[in-house]
């Protein structure tokens, strides 16, 4: 299993060091998103999650994960709300090719992916 690490990213909330995570459970900031949206968030997670590739948290509740509807990898911060994205059907998120969302800040993210130890 591995643990992705973000750096020099123009968006302060998604720098940190993210977690696997169980890909059927549904991260926090993507149910808000969800709700806002009169959505039901587990089943709007089933149609975008493949259910199998894990999905990464930062303590304070920014996320990554893989979106099988469009094939990207997407960087969200705590509330949800999308900030990069990268196209990859990779099963780990890319390290580069990332590209910011309108009204995200510059420079855009390097992630390393570090094995977890223990």
Same mark, same amino acid.
């Given at each position: 299993m591995a643990k992705v690490r973000i750096t020099g990213a123009g968006e302060p909330d998604v720098v940190g060091v993210y977690e696997p995570r169980d890909p059927t459970k549904v $991260? #926090? &900031?993507? #149910?808000?998103?969800? *709700?806002?949206?009169?959505? +039901? $968030?587990? +089943?709007?997670? %089933? *149609? =975008?999650? /493949?259910?199998k590739r894990p999905w990464f948290e930062m303590d304070n509740g920014? !996320?990554? !994960? @893989?979106?099988?509807? /469009? &094939?990207? @990898?997407? %960087? /969200?911060?705590?509330? &949800?709300?999308?900030? !990069?994205? #990268? #196209?990859?059907? /990779?099963?780990l998120p890319p390290t580069t090719g990332w590209r910011a969302l309108q009204?995200?800040?510059? $420079? =855009?993210?390097? =992630?390393? %992916?570090e094995e977890i130890i223990g």
């Open positions: $991260p #926090a &900031g993507f #149910a808000a998103t969800c *709700q806002k949206m009169f959505w +039901d $968030p587990k +089943d709007t997670w %089933i *149609q =975008l999650s /493949d259910q920014s !996320y990554i !994960y @893989w979106n099988k509807s /469009d &094939g990207r @990898w997407w %960087i /969200d911060g705590p509330s &949800g709300a999308g900030v !990069y994205i #990268a #196209a990859s059907k /990779d099963e009204g995200s800040k510059a $420079p =855009l993210p390097t =992630l390393k %992916i």
